[in-house]
């Protein structure tokens, strides 16, 4: 794995991750199996114990309450990090500026996994270019070191959808910010399925396109910013996805009937998402992803056990 050495002159303490392997995966001790990118490790050493000696660093997750957010936190704190879940509900606000500097003193690595409360066109950019403005101000006046932003697949393919817009603009603002830094791009959380039907119509029929994707569980997602986060910053991109590639129209078809949502998908190649057009390639990493472990049976069986 790669440390991040820059930042062992900030850092107080080692840790031994292998020692306390159970505790950061489950009751069981196993980490899920997960494929890395090349050049990176390979799968069995991804998935065997971790003899690395993890430095013990300050990391704020700004959206450290939700659905990503609150798995990193979890993660980190079990890996022996000094972790803010930072949000609104904790009295740190991107938007008005609250918190921020109190929050990120001493922080070597910033993860932001906040997300647009309002997904309407002119909302999501004015959130996503004011948290960043504000949060990047308060990055270089704290000197982090790392700063670590989930983002989605084919982002940059996307730029007909307003939500992407907003994302674009996150991005470029990351790119521009002088703050070392590693930009996830995940694929489709299957926790989204639901809100992906919902954006295909109303009524008893939704249309939705039969364009692949590769659909990822949270899960999966949360350990793999968890990963990076430690990691040594990539001043790029670096992509995660789900084990399978399906297609839309049919996957959000088999989440309405293992929920038993009578409504039925009708493939239709002209359906947009969430306003983008889109064809085989668009929602699609590329060579070399690092693959989640959970399918959607797998998935599906783990959220129904866990209600
Ligand atoms: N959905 C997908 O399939 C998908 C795929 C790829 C990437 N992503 C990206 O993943 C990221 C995380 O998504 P998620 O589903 O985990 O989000 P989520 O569950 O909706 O959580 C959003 C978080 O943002 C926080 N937040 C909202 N306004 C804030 C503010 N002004 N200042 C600080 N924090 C604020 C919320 O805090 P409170 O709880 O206090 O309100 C919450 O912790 C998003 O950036 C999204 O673009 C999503």
Redesign the pocket.
Same mark, same amino acid.
């Given at each position: 794995m790669d440390t991040f050495e820059g930042l062992l002159h900030r850092s107080a303490h080692t840790y031994d991750a292998s020692c306390t392997d159970a505790a950061h995966h489950g009751k069981s001790g196993k980490q899920p199996a997960m494929t890395r990118s090349a050049g990176f490790e390979s799968p069995e050493a991804a998935s065997a114990p971790r003899k690395t000696l993890e430095k013990i660093m300050k990391i704020v997750v700004? =959206?450290?309450? =939700?659905?990503?957010?609150s798995k990193v936190v979890k993660n980190l704190r079990g890996r022996g990090h000094d972790v803010i879940a930072?949000?609104?509900?904790?009295g740190?606000? +991107?938007? +008005?500026g609250e918190g921020l500097s109190e929050a990120l003193a001493g922080a070597n690595v910033v993860v932001?996994?906040?997300?647009?409360?309002s997904f309407e066109d002119a909302a999501v950019l004015e959130?996503f270019t004011t948290?960043g403005k504000n949060l990047f101000a308060a990055e270089r006046a704290a000197g982090v070191q790392h700063h670590v932003?989930?983002?989605?697949?084919g982002t940059d393919r996307l730029a007909q959808s307003g939500y992407f817009r907003g994302?674009i603009a996150q991005e470029k603002l990351i790119r521009e910010s002088g703050v070392p830094y590693t930009i996830i791009?995940?694929?489709?959380?299957f926790?989204?399925l639901g =809100?992906i039907a919902q954006s295909g119509g109303d009524g008893q029929t939704i249309r939705l396109s039969p364009a692949y994707f590769q659909p990822i569980a949270?899960d999966d997602?949360g350990a793999a910013v968890a990963d990076y986060a430690v990691e040594a910053p990539r001043n790029g991109i670096v992509e995660i996805a789900g084990p399978d590639r399906v297609r839309l129209a049919d996957m959000v078809q088999r989440f309405l009937d293992a929920t038993h949502d009578s409504r039925k998908v009708v493939a239709d190649t002209g359906a947009r998402y969430f306003g983008a057009e889109l064809n085989d390639d668009t929602l699609v990493p590329g060579a070399n992803p690092r693959l989640g472990a959970l399918n959607f049976d797998a998935w599906f069986s783990q959220s129904q056990a866990a209600r």
């Open positions: 700004i =959206g450290g309450t =939700g659905l990503i957010g930072a949000s609104p509900a904790s740190v606000n +991107t938007i +008005t932001d996994l906040a997300n647009s409360p959130f948290a932003a989930l983002s989605v697949v994302k791009h995940s694929t489709q959380f926790e989204f =809100g949270s997602v």
